[in-house]
Each structure stands twice: as C-alpha cells, then as structure tokens.
C-alpha cells in the first residue's frame, strides 16, 4: 500500500483593520490598507505553476 502526503500553502492578506494598525504602529501611511490593496491583488494574481489564475480561483472581496 503507498502512503500518499498532500502539501498545501494558503495565502491570506489580512484584514483592514490589521494594516491601518500596522500604519498606526510603524508611523507610515504606506501601509494604509487603501495604499496595499492594489498590491495585495497584484501579488495574489501571479502564479509560478503556470496556471493562469482566474478571479474563483483567487477568491472575493470582502468588506471589512
């Protein structure tokens, strides 16, 4: 009988509230939440498996 193992890695962005209390601790508005969205969504769309991602695959925007 083979063993099989499965390796997994999810990716999580955070929260809004979790970035502008980033932004508030480090004294930088950069990583305001409206500043790192755009950024988070870019990251969020590459893939080096050669797969294009489609947005399900991606997932959905939340309002937090």
Same mark, same amino acid.
């Given at each position: 009988?083979?063993?099989?193992?499965? $390796?997994? +890695? !999810?990716?999580?962005?955070?929260?809004? %509230?979790?970035?502008?209390?980033?932004?508030?601790?480090?004294?930088?508005?950069?990583?305001?939440? $409206?500043? +790192? !969205?755009?950024?988070?969504?870019?990251? %969020?769309?590459?893939?080096?498996?050669?797969?294009?991602?489609?947005?399900?695959?991606?997932?959905?925007?939340?309002?937090?």
């Amino acid at each position: 009988m083979f063993k099989m193992n499965q $390796d997994a +890695m !999810l990716y999580t962005r955070g929260s809004k %509230g979790e970035w502008d209390r980033y932004a508030e601790i480090g004294g930088s508005e950069g990583l305001r939440w $409206d500043n +790192m !969205l755009p950024l988070l969504k870019k990251v %969020g769309r590459r893939s080096n498996t050669g797969i294009n991602l489609t947005p399900c695959m991606i997932g959905r925007e939340v309002d937090t």
